[in-house]
């Protein structure tokens, strides 16, 4: 069955294969940057995001979380047409790093839309983020709030808590935030460093599916809300951080009513919060981007083997960071689609075994499928340009272009 496509050839595939269902039960409609894709030849792998989806899905999110203010996690993808757009469409931003806040700066963003919420900063960065008129930052620990105290004096500070059972399907671990109870112990801290404790921030996890998976985290933050209070303190801002999903094949709730039903969960849990703060970052550039590559090798590695191995020209370390233990599944679509399909390892371009994206799970793809042919990787907008290694093997960075 696999080899009938290569000895009849594609175009006669093409013309003869019956159209077989697809295995994905979502297929977004026709956008404008799968349009420039199928319209431009590309040397390399190239990004290509569409502004104006970013824009529709931002008012989306927005209409969606209500009274929250939308701040943009960075690292995601800060092209900087995308971070001007987003300044013009109103949003905030989070930052983590000095080169981030200098990006926002330069995008056109006040200083007081800015947040520093990395809780792991350096000092300087601390310094520069306080000279340029930034004062909202997060920590999760004493030698941070002492660094904060020290490089911002007077500060504002969101404490972040741990979350410990995250149903995400690329949840955060156990890196960032503290216990509920080491929390309460840094409030108190940092008051006595002369700080101003505004509030609690948490990330559910990336790319949590439905809004139930927010129950327990908001319970158990709700909790120590109520415990904060009944210890003297006075918190107005709560900062829900990101979690919410972009589709990858399968369909995903809509942003409007997915952020509508967390805020829901959100308003019953803190009646008395009058400030929040949200961080959704994947879902809402995600979907508007999608990379065009190549194969450039079809192989087995034994006659009979069930599989083919498909190697792209590009890989974990050229973007596709995120295949990572075949955590997020990426749409992978080619001209051939029409054809029968037969499964693969897929795998990277670089002289690393690691490079590998799916072999636990394999992928279903053409079995006409051969070097040189373009294949089309979707919702590819977060989370991919700024993986990129430098050069590893002398592959440059994904290359992105925004239209
Ligand atoms: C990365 C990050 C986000 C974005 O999360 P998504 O799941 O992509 O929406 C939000 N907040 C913080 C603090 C982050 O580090």
Redesign the pocket.
């Known amino acids: 069955m696999t080899m009938n496509a290569f000895v009849i050839g594609a175009a006669a595939v093409a013309e003869q294969s019956p159209v077989l269902p697809s295995s994905d039960t979502h297929i977004p409609a026709r956008a404008r940057h799968l349009d420039y894709i199928a319209q431009n030849s590309f040397e390399r792998p190239t990004l290509v995001v569409d502004l104006e989806a970013v824009a529709t899905q931002y008012h989306a999110l927005a209409r969606g979380l209500g009274r929250a203010q939308l701040?943009y996690?960075v690292?995601?993808n800060p092209e900087a047409a995308i971070l001007r757009r987003l300044v013009a469409e109103g949003a905030h931003f989070?930052a983590?790093s000095r080169a981030e806040i200098e990006m926002c700066l330069a995008a056109g963003a006040r200083p007081d839309q800015i947040s520093f919420?990395?809780t792991i900063k350096r000092s300087a960065d601390i310094a520069f983020a306080y000279a340029a008129g930034i004062s909202h930052f997060?920590a999760d620990s004493r030698e941070e709030l002492e660094k904060l105290c020290e490089h911002a004096p007077g500060a504002t500070v969101c404490l972040r808590l741990i979350v410990e059972n995250s149903a995400a399907d690329?949840p955060l671990s156990r890196k960032f935030g503290c216990a509920a109870n080491e929390a309460l112990v840094l409030m108190g801290y940092a008051v006595e460093l002369g700080l101003q404790v505004a509030g609690l921030?948490f990330?559910v996890?990336?790319?949590?599916r439905a809004p139930w998976m927010w129950v327990e985290t908001l319970d158990q933050v709700a909790a120590l809300w109520q415990r904060a209070k009944e210890a003297g303190y006075t918190l107005t801002l709560l900062n829900i951080?990101?979690?919410?999903p972009a589709s990858y094949g399968s369909a995903v709730q809509g942003a409007e009513s997915y952020g509508a039903e967390v805020m829901a969960l959100v308003e019953a849990r803190f009646p008395d919060v009058s400030q929040i703060m949200a961080?959704?970052?994947?879902?809402?550039v995600a979907e508007a981007g999608a990379i065009a590559a190549e194969v450039l090798l079809v192989s087995k590695k034994h006659q009979n083997d069930l599989h083919r191995w498909v190697y792209l020209d590009i890989g974990k370390f050229s973007g596709l960071a995120e295949t990572m233990d075949e955590a997020i599944r990426y749409r992978i679509t080619t001209a051939r689609d029409h054809e029968a399909t037969g499964s693969c390892v897929l795998a990277g371009p670089s002289c690393d075994s690691a490079d590998v994206l799916y072999e636990k799970q394999p992928v279903q793809l053409p079995v006409g499928l051969r070097s040189g042919d373009r294949v089309v990787i979707h919702s590819c907008g977060?989370?991919t340009s700024t993986y990129a290694s430098v050069g590893f093997n002398g592959f440059a960075p994904l290359d992105v272009v925004v239209i």
């Open positions: 701040h996690a690292k995601a989070d983590a919420g990395n997060a690329w921030s990330h996890g990336s790319q949590t951080g990101g979690g919410f961080e959704p970052v994947r879902g809402l977060a989370y």
